[in-house]
Structures are given as structure tokens and as C-alpha cells.
């Protein structure tokens, strides 16, 4: 173990950052613990189940596989950025509502980031498109078909 | 369209929201000031006495404040209810002496963070000497390998169920189908794993826990253990659960994490990783065989049913699950339906 501390400058939901990491800290655990963005999950730390997913500049990415480090000068978004600016949920958060999209909530953020990452490349996705696009993050609740709806719905919302 | 209020309308969920808008309050968001951070050291053998545990080196990493093994900590706590009459048969979240599944937790370290804690725990050496194990259930029966020695064999539990007058169906039966039936282990898997956070209050002598839990006599069964009064325990049940089916009955997480925020006076975080949940809970079905017999005559295809079936709950056995390498006589456990009750009078 390294006690060396390394600079970090990220843009953190629309706001600069700036922070003294360990270079074995996760992105996850510097978002949750240090920032106490604790919207975004810890689920299997390795990559599998797509809670902790976050977007990088627009992209969704796993934060547990990335390291705080990473991120520096770069723009990562978490489930609270995906707000209004007002606090109120955005269309898709609204439709993950509607459509009963979740149950338990753990994997939802996840799950939101990379439905929102799909929606901002491609507005008007295929169902195909959707199954894929959110085929990287696991839900134990709902069987998939009402997270595929909500995405479905935000996407005829929008314009 | 309905002509009812609720029903047949689509409602929204009053949770959703703050789930949608990362504002959730599961366990892992709980933060209290001055909180330690607990790992687990497990034993990668599923049956074998353990010889010596040296903890020196754990204990002089960065960062850390304890190395509790078995030994101090089954000297202060009771054992775990496990739900049979089998008061031998005992079960603490520490190893003492044996350990008798993979995954069994030996020694929790505690740190200013998991991952000095994590750090830590992989300084502690245990020195195992395996011993025979055994997995399945007839041949645990067969008692060649005691898994609790004390108890003097392998059968917890052994009980007779019978609904409705099967020994007759079965004289009169025209034919009998007999057949055997197995199924394994087996576990839900959470995407939130369980975790607990404990805060014991010297002055007023009270016990908060936060936890992703929603088993039944959850307080009760910690605070006996912890040789507490009941009403010493108080849960918040506010905190968010992130999935559970069935599998979220952190007990011995709990005790654990209790009575380490006890001994050190600080708030204790012990939060699964997925290989802890995957290996160190043992809330998970049991693995089961059975031998099936089904009478019928030419007018009653299924007169009533008979099982025989034989389960192990694993090496401990916990509160509600009541067989562990049991089983009835063949000849003796007869089930009868309702259903086939009602088929007979027709």
C-alpha cells in the first residue's frame, strides 16, 4: 500500500472537484465517500452487475473498475446529475415511475446512467437497442420487460 | 375505464422517486462520526481444526485497531438460536477451534477504512489442519463424520408429518409410483449484499443498528446473544433494502459487528463484499434428496403422497430452518393433500 496522495481536478455533475487521492482508490468509492454521492452503488466491485455505473464524458462506465485517478480532466455524471436543474426528475426518471421500472432501487441508478447514455447518442432507440444498451447491468426485481418500457416511453416523451 | 378507486388503475410507487433521483438511504450511505471499518478473514477449507492464528502482524499494519478471533469473541456472546433442540449444536459468526464450511469466518479486523481493514485481514496466517468432510446428506446420516461432535450425530431434526388417512390410500392403491428426487444447494443473490452498521451508547447502555435486513426477531436474537435486554436493541428500519429474496439475515454479521462497536467504543460498518455474499452468508436453500411414493387406483390418480425426504441446512443450522440431515421413516412420512381429499369424496 502507497500513502502517496495524487491531485485530481474532475467536473462532477456540472461542478469542479478537486481532491487529494490514493492512487488505489475506485472512482466509486471516491464519488460515495469522499463527494457522499451515494446514489451511485456498490454491487459486485468487479465489473458485473453495472450499479456503479457512471457516465464519463457522456459515456457510461463502471466505477468500480476505474480508479479515482482516471478521472482526472475528465467529466463524469452520476445519478444526481441526472436531475433537473430545479431538483425534479428528468423525463426518464419520471418514466422508470410511470412504468414501474424498479422495486428495491439498488441497481436503478445503474441502470439510468446507461439508458441516459443511450437516449443522448440515440433519442429514438429500437427495443433491441434498449435491451442492449442496458444489457451490462443486472435487476433481481423487476424481469427487465419494465425498465425496457420506461426507456421506451422517456424516448416518445422527448420533442 | 375501472370502477374502483384503486384497483385496475396504474399507481405510481411513493418510493420511487427518491430511488430514481439517487436519494435512496440503503446501508452502505450510512456514515456515522468516528466509524470503524470491519473485514473478515475466511477459511478456504471446508472442514479442519484450527491450529494456531497469529495476528501480530495485523495488528501492527496502518490503521488498525482490533483483530477479534473466535476466542474472545464465543467468551463473550452466546451462541446463535438455531431453531432445534440440539443445545451442543452451537454457532457463533467467529470460528473457535474448527472450522466446518469454506467461506467460515475466523477473524474480523478493524480499521480507520475497508481497505486498510482488507489489507490487514491478508497479514493474519491461520494454521489449518484439514480434517474428512462431508457434503451430502445420506451420507451424512450415515454419521461417519461428525459434523458437530458434541451433538453424537449428524441428525438435528426428525419429525412426522401426516395429513389425512394416507396409510389407507396406500393398502387400497391399485398402483404405487415410487421415484427419488434431489435438488442442490442453492442461493438468491442481492444486488446490494447484506450489510450492518452497530453504535453502542455507553450512557444510556442502547444499541443502534442500521441494517439491509428484514428478518423476523432480528432485535431479539441480537440482543440475546450480545446478553443484552431486549430493549436495549433498537433497529432503524428506515434503511433501504436492496433486494433480499429470502437471503438477508445478517444475525451473525450483526452480533458481530455489535459487539466489536462495544469493545472499542466507535460505530462499526461491516458491509459483505459479493465473494462474502456469496460464500459467508448461510441463508441459502438447503440441499435436499427425497424418496417419493404417489398409490393411485383406477379411479383415483393421485389417492395421496408420501415423502421421504432427507435436507441439510449446512454445517450450522439456523433459526427456521428445522431439518439438517434429518429424516422421517420411509414408511412413516405420509402426506395427503387437501386436493387429493377432495378428489376421494367426488
Not at chain 1, 61 to 89: F, I, N, S, W
Not at chain 2, 215 to 237: E, F, I, S, W
Request: hydrophobic residues 40%; aromatic residues 6%.
Amino acid at each position: 500500500m502507497s500513502a502517496t496522495l495524487h491531485p485530481i481536478e474532475v467536473e462532477v455533475n456540472g461542478k469542479k472537484r478537486s481532491s487529494q487521492v490514493p492512487a488505489r482508490l475506485s472512482l466509486v468509492d471516491w464519488l460515495r465517500d469522499e463527494l457522499r454521492l451515494t446514489g451511485t452503488h456498490v454491487g459486485c466491485e468487479h465489473g458485473v452487475c453495472g450499479a456503479c455505473s457512471v457516465m464519463l464524458d457522456g459515456e457510461a462506465v463502471r466505477a468500480c473498475l476505474m480508479y479515482a485517478v482516471q478521472a482526472h480532466g475528465h467529466r463524469v455524471t452520476t445519478v444526481e446529475g441526472l436531475t433537473k436543474p430545479d431538483g425534479g426528475m428528468s423525463p426518464l426518471q419520471d418514466a422508470f415511475c410511470e412504468t414501474h421500472g424498479l422495486q428495491c432501487g439498488y441497481c436503478t441508478p445503474g441502470m439510468l446512467i446507461a439508458a441516459q447514455a443511450l437516449l443522448d447518442a440515440n433519442p429514438r432507440p429500437t427495443e433491441n437497442e434498449i435491451r442492449e444498451a442496458i444489457g451490462g447491468n443486472l435487476c433481481r426485481c423487476t424481469g427487465y420487460q419494465q425498465i425496457v418500457d420506461a426507456v421506451r416511453l422517456a424516448a416518445s416523451l422527448v420533442k | 375505464m375501472s370502477a374502483y378507486r384503486y384497483i385496475g388503475k396504474g399507481r405510481r410507487a411513493k418510493e420511487h422517486p427518491r430511488f430514481v433521483t439517487g436519494r435512496g438511504r440503503y446501508v452502505a450511505d450510512i456514515s456515522l462520526l468516528g466509524m470503524k471499518h470491519i473485514a473478515l478473514v475466511a477459511s478456504p477449507h471446508a472442514s479442519a481444526r484450527i491450529a494456531a492464528i497469529r495476528v501480530d502482524a495485523a495488528l501492527a499494519a496502518p490503521g488498525v485497531h482490533h483483530v477479534l478471533t473466535g476466542e474472545e469473541f464465543c467468551a463473550h456472546t452466546d451462541s446463535l438460536q438455531i431453531g432445534v433442540d440440539a443445545p451442543k449444536v452451537t454457532r457463533w459468526a467467529l470460528a473457535r477451534g474448527v472450522v466446518r464450511y469454506a467461506g467460515e469466518w475466523v477473524a474480523a479486523v478493524v480499521a480507520d477504512s475497508r481497505a486498510l481493514a482488507e489489507d490487514a485481514a491478508e497479514l493474519v496466517e491461520v494454521d489449518y489442519q484439514p480434517l474428512p468432510q462431508v457434503v451430502d446428506p445420506e451420507e451424512a446420516l450415515e454419521g461417519r463424520i461428525l459434523v458437530h461432535p458434541e451433538h453424537g450425530s449428524n441428525i438435528l431434526y426428525r419429525r412426522k408429518f401426516v395429513w389425512g388417512p394416507v396409510e389407507e390410500a396406500f393398502a387400497g392403491a391399485d398402483h404405487r409410483l415410487s421415484f427419488r428426487a434431489s435438488w442442490g444447494r442453492s442461493a438468491t443473490v442481492p444486488i446490494e449484499t447484506f450489510g450492518v452498521v452497530a453504535s453502542w451508547d455507553a450512557g444510556t447502555q442502547i444499541l443502534d443498528i442500521w441494517a439491509s435486513i428484514q428478518m423476523p426477531k432480528y432485535p431479539d436474537q441480537t440482543a440475546r446473544a450480545l446478553r443484552l435486554p431486549g430493549n436495549a436493541v433498537r433497529v432503524h428500519y428506515d434503511v433501504d433494502v436492496g433486494g433480499s429474496y429470502g437471503v438477508k439475515r445478517g444475525i451473525k454479521h450483526t452480533v458481530l459487528a455489535a459487539y466489536l462497536a462495544r469493545r472499542l467504543g466507535a460505530p462499526m460498518r461491516l458491509i459483505e463484499d459479493r465473494l462474502e455474499n456469496m460464500r459467508g452468508g448461510d441463508m441459502q436453500g438447503r440441499t435436499a434428496c427425497s424418496t417419493c411414493r404417489r398409490p393411485s387406483t383406477a379411479t383415483e390418480r393421485f389417492a395421496a403422497c408420501a415423502f421421504a425426504p432427507s435436507t441439510t441446512s449446512g454445517p450450522t443450522p439456523v433459526a427456521r430452518r428445522c431439518s439438517s440431515a434429518s429424516r422421517s421413516a420411509p414408511s412413516a412420512a405420509l402426506t395427503a393433500s387437501p386436493r387429493s381429499s377432495t378428489s376421494r369424496s367426488r
